[in-house]
């Protein structure tokens, strides 16, 4: 089964963080820095991916260099793109990088952004992110 196969899980987790955010007091018509991430083993493969998603209209970091638990070593960077938590859009992007994911055959980890507080309450969660 490939990771486009999954798009409805992460249609519902699009879903579900829109409400999460705007359910804690997040603004409702905010442009956001959403942040999706890829990872993989093989260097290579995700440099392919990168060329890819920079090519779909996200700016990409570059690649970090990550040691697991178990003593291996996995590559990753994220895609960036700003967005208004709209919904439609979302799993469009969600889309697209489930199928460079999948054509790349590296890992899509699901996306993440910082909480945007509604009036006077900005600077107690300026630090806040929330991911998958």
């Not at 442009?31 to 060329?51: G, M, P, Q, R």
């Not at 199928?99 to 790349?104: E, G, S």
Request: with cysteine; glycine share 6%.
């Amino acid at each position: 089964m490939s990771q486009f196969d999954e798009r409805e899980e992460w249609y519902s987790f699009n879903e579900e963080t829109i409400e999460a955010l705007l359910e804690d007091g997040s603004q409702a018509d905010a442009e956001y820095t959403i942040e999706h991430h890829f990872a993989s083993n093989d260097f290579d493969k995700l440099e392919k991916a990168a060329v890819d998603t920079f090519k779909a209209g996200f700016e990409v970091t570059d690649a970090e260099e990550l040691m697991l638990d178990d003593g291996g070593t996995i590559f990753c960077f994220d895609a960036i793109i700003e967005r208004a938590l709209d919904l439609a859009k979302l799993n469009a992007d969600s889309d697209t990088l489930l199928k460079i994911a999948d054509k790349q055959d590296v890992q899509y980890d699901g996306w993440g952004t910082y909480f945007m507080p509604r009036g006077d309450d900005e600077d107690e969660y300026e630090d806040d992110y929330l991911e998958d």
